[in-house]
């Protein structure tokens, strides 16, 4: 019985968050549980333990009077939390350069040429998770469990924003996938440690300066 509810919780959990990162539940909107239980078929019970898990990661809160809503993008703590990324991802790439195959190597080409053709069909929300998935096929072949694991908690806690940020400033997209040519290269070269932890860090960076002066892009 613990497992089912726990099945259903997943279920509700999945749905909410589809909805919040594709932009169909915005900012502010409020989050009627009954509604979502009939839209699932499920009880509200396996809802309000979902919404409890998306207040807990900060995507969801309470007000008062309106009960559940999706949290405003906290810009701010964005910028902090790519910064920490910026460095820890750093360290994972040089890591993960002692150790990465040529095969992984041609699937981040694939992955960067995909990209590609998504900004082509401005498909912004396919971009983002492509951007995800290059990123995280390097993190995975660091070695360090630890880091691995507190790379992709930052990342989950920056998937909302993701494809927001990709929007406002779609000059930064075509930049992105630039820079990932030239990851891609010093990874097949086996380049110096320090060239690769500096050049991926500021890859990160140049995603937050992008996402701080968007105005000038507008």
């Not at 009939?38 to 995507?59: D, F, H, M, T, Y």
């Amino acid at each position: 019985m613990e497992q089912k509810v726990k099945n259903k919780t997943q279920i509700a959990y999945d749905y909410i968050l589809s909805r919040i990162e594709n932009g169909t539940y915005g900012p502010g909107y409020r989050i009627v549980i009954d509604q979502i239980a009939k839209e699932l078929n499920l009880s509200s019970i396996p809802v309000r333990e979902a919404i409890r898990q998306l207040e807990a990661e900060g995507l969801i809160q309470y007000k008062p009077y309106s009960g559940a809503v999706v949290s405003n993008i906290n810009e701010k703590e964005y910028l902090q939390t790519i910064s920490v990324l910026a460095v820890l991802e750093g360290y994972a790439t040089v890591l993960s350069s002692n150790i990465i195959k040529e095969e992984t190597i041609e699937k981040l080409e694939e992955l960067n040429e995909k990209m590609k053709q998504s900004l082509q069909d401005f498909e912004l929300e396919q971009f983002s998770e492509l951007n995800y998935q290059f990123h995280t096929l390097i993190y995975e072949n660091c070695g360090n469990n630890f880091l691995e694991e507190q790379i992709k908690q930052i990342w989950q806690r920056m998937k909302r924003i993701r494809t927001y940020g990709f929007t406002l400033v779609p000059k930064r997209s075509k930049e992105s996938i630039k820079e990932h040519e030239e990851i891609i290269r010093l990874l097949r070269e086996k380049a110096p440690p320090n060239q690769i932890e500096e050049f991926v860090r500021q890859h990160k960076l140049n995603t937050a300066e992008a996402f701080r002066n968007r105005q000038k892009f507008s």
